[in-house]
C-alpha cells in the first residue's frame, strides 16, 4: 500500500496562476480532507469529502474548489493563487464517512506564492 | 469554540529520560483523540487514537491517556531514543469531519 501521496512535493506559482494539488489513496477510504498548516495557526481544514460525488466546506475554504469524482482522488484547485496561500498543504484519509477515525496523512505540498 | 493548547512548545531531555506530552481541549464533547508525529519537512503520522469512551492506548514504549472532564490528554514515551525527535500533534474530532489540531510540541532527544 502507498497510502496517502501527494504530489507535486514542492511548487511556486505566482500571483493569479492557478494549478491543481494531487492526492490519491489506496486504502478504499471514504473520508478525504485537505488541510493547510502555517507557522503559529497550526492545521487547518480547507475541504472534506465523505465519498465520490459529495464535497464540503472546512473552515478556510475561500480560494480553493475540490472535486471527488472517484473515491481514490481528492484534488485541491487554486484557480487564482495568492501570496496568503503560501503554505504547506496536506491531505488526509481514514474510513468511513463520519471522518473521526483514524486519520492518514499524506508527505505534503510545500507551495509558495510569489 | 474548541481549542487546543499543547504545552511546552519546546522540550529537550537526555536519552533515556521517560517523558510526558500534555495536550488540553476546552470542549469535553468530543468524538475522540489522536496523537500524531511529523518529523521536519515531512506528513503527519498517526500514533496512537483513543476513542471518547476510552481512557488511555498503548503501542509500544508510547502510552496515550484521556481524561475528558479535565479537558485533558498526556502522550507517556518512555525509555526515550534519539529517534523520538520530531514534533508531536495532539487534535479532537468535535464532531464529524472536524479535527482541530495543537500547534504541537518540539521534542529534542538528546545522545
Known amino acids: 500500500n502507498a497510502g496517502v501521496t501527494q504530489t507535486p512535493k514542492f511548487q511556486v506559482l505566482k500571483t493569479g496562476q492557478s494549478m491543481t494539488l494531487q492526492c490519491a489513496q489506496d486504502m478504499n477510504h471514504e473520508y478525504m480532507s485537505w488541510y493547510r498548516q502555517d507557522p503559529g495557526m497550526g492545521l487547518r481544514l480547507i475541504h472534506y469529502s465523505v465519498g465520490a460525488g459529495i464535497t464540503d466546506q472546512g473552515e478556510v475554504p475561500n480560494g480553493y474548489n475540490v472535486s471527488r469524482s472517484t473515491t481514490e482522488d481528492f484534488p485541491l484547485r487554486l484557480l487564482s493563487a495568492a501570496p496568503s496561500q503560501t503554505s504547506v498543504y496536506f491531505c488526509?484519509?481514514?474510513?468511513?464517512?463520519?471522518?473521526?477515525?483514524?486519520?492518514?496523512f499524506g508527505p505534503g505540498t510545500r507551495l509558495t506564492v510569489l | 469554540k474548541q481549542e487546543v493548547t499543547q504545552i511546552p512548545a519546546a522540550l529537550s531531555v537526555p536519552e533515556g529520560e521517560n517523558l510526558v506530552l500534555n495536550c488540553s481541549f476546552t470542549d469535553s464533547a468530543i468524538y475522540n483523540l489522536q496523537w500524531f508525529r511529523q518529523d521536519p519537512g515531512k506528513g503527519l503520522t498517526s500514533l496512537l487514537l483513543?476513542?471518547?469512551?476510552?481512557r488511555e492506548q498503548t503501542s509500544g514504549r508510547l502510552n496515550a491517556s484521556l481524561d475528558k472532564s479535565s479537558g485533558r490528554s498526556t502522550l507517556y514515551i518512555a525509555a526515550s531514543q534519539p529517534g523520538d525527535s520530531a514534533t508531536y500533534l495532539c487534535a479532537v474530532h468535535v464532531r464529524a469531519q472536524k479535527l482541530v489540531f495543537g500547534q504541537g510540541t518540539r521534542l529534542t532527544i538528546n545522545p
Open positions: 483513543i476513542q471518547s469512551s476510552q
Open positions: 488526509a484519509s481514514s474510513w468511513g464517512q463520519a471522518g473521526f477515525n483514524e486519520q492518514f
